[in-house]
C-alpha cells in the first residue's frame, strides 16, 4: 500500500496524511475536534490536510492517535530505508572502485 503513495517522498508525505485522514478511526470526528486533540488551530489542521502546510514532525505521533493508523511514519520509515540502502550501495561501490585501482 505504502508504494502506491508514489516514489518521491514529499508528495508521497503528503498523500499518506490525506490518506491516514480519510482512513480515520473515527469516521464522525471533524476537523476541529482532530486539532483540538492535536494541540494545534483548527485552520492549520486544514492546511495540513489539504496538502499547503507540512504537518510538524513533533505532531506526527498526535496526528496518527487521532487517526488510528501509521501511514505517515510507516511512510517516512520507507524512505529512510531507501535512503539507508542507497548510502549502503554508494559506500559498497566505493570500496571496489578502492579495490580495484589498488589491484591496477
Known sequence: MLRSFGDDEEPATKFAVKWAWL???VKGMDQRTAASYMGI??????????????????????????CGNR????T????????????????????????GSRAA
Open 71 to 74: 501511514a505517515v511514519s510507516m
Open 23 to 25: 482512513h480515520r478511526r
Open 41 to 66: 488551530p483548527a485552520p492549520h489542521l486544514s492546511n495540513i490536510l489539504n496538502g499547503k502546510k507540512h504537518l510538524p514532525p513533533h505532531k506526527i505521533n498526535s496526528f496518527e492517535w487521532v
Open 76 to 99: 517516512i520509515e520507507r524512505f529512510r530505508q531507501i535512503r539507508q540502502e542507497e548510502q549502503a550501495l554508494l559506500v559498497a561501490k566505493a570500496i571496489v572502485g578502492a579495490q
